[in-house]
Every structure is written in C-alpha cells, then in structure tokens.
C-alpha cells in the first residue's frame, strides 16, 4: 500500500463520527486545527490526518498536540504525492465511524459544530 499509518492515539473503532483532514503544506492550519478541536465539549470522536507528503510536516509537534487531546487520532502520510483529490478521497476511505466529516486543511470548525 502507497500509505503508512505512524500515529495513533486515544483510538476507538466505536467513535460516532470520524473527521478527515487530508493535508499538504499547510503545517500552521493544521495545529489550528487541532488546538481548535480541544475547545470541542464533547471529546468522543476521532480525527484521522492523511499528509499528501509534505515538505512541512513537523511530525514532533503534532503529535505532541495529539499527545495531550482526549479525542482519538490517527495520522498517516503518503509514500508519495497523490495528488488533492485522490488525498481527499483515501482520507475519507481511512474513517471507520458512522458518519464521516470531511474538513480541508483550511477549515476550522466552531466548537458548538
């Protein structure tokens, strides 16, 4: 397979929705993204990141973001550059949930969503 998973934390196949965020080159969006996530009241989800093989992915710092979350995450990266459209589509392939969110990279969800 084109794809690795190299994180995974507070985990569970169980959660009710899944949000994907595939991602390339936008490492400040998406520690927003995740620091946002924290503000959620309620924590019973997952968020699966799928890096398209970024130049800028600082693997150290998100993971020390997710480290500290009680939400679940998974992270995966690309072997290669896929492309956006077919990294918004495996990303939505990766959700195991009963409803899957997709958010880009540059979209950051209010707390009440």
């Not at 946002?36 to 800028?56: A, W």
């Not at 550059?81 to 969110?101: C, T």
């Amino acid at each position: 397979m084109l794809i690795d998973k190299v994180f995974e934390n507070n985990w569970k196949d169980d959660f009710k929705i899944n949000f994907t965020i595939p991602t390339y080159n936008r490492i400040e969006n998406l520690i927003l993204i995740i620091k946002n996530f924290n503000k959620f009241t309620n924590q019973d989800f997952g968020i699966i990141i799928l890096d398209n093989k970024s130049s800028d992915f600082d693997f150290t710092i998100i993971t020390n973001l997710l480290n500290n979350s009680k939400f679940g995450s998974k992270i995966y990266i690309n072997k290669k550059h896929i492309g956006p459209d077919a990294n918004v589509l495996r990303s939505m392939q990766l959700a195991v949930s009963e409803w899957v969110f997709l958010t880009g990279d540059s979209k950051i969800l209010r707390p009440d969503t």
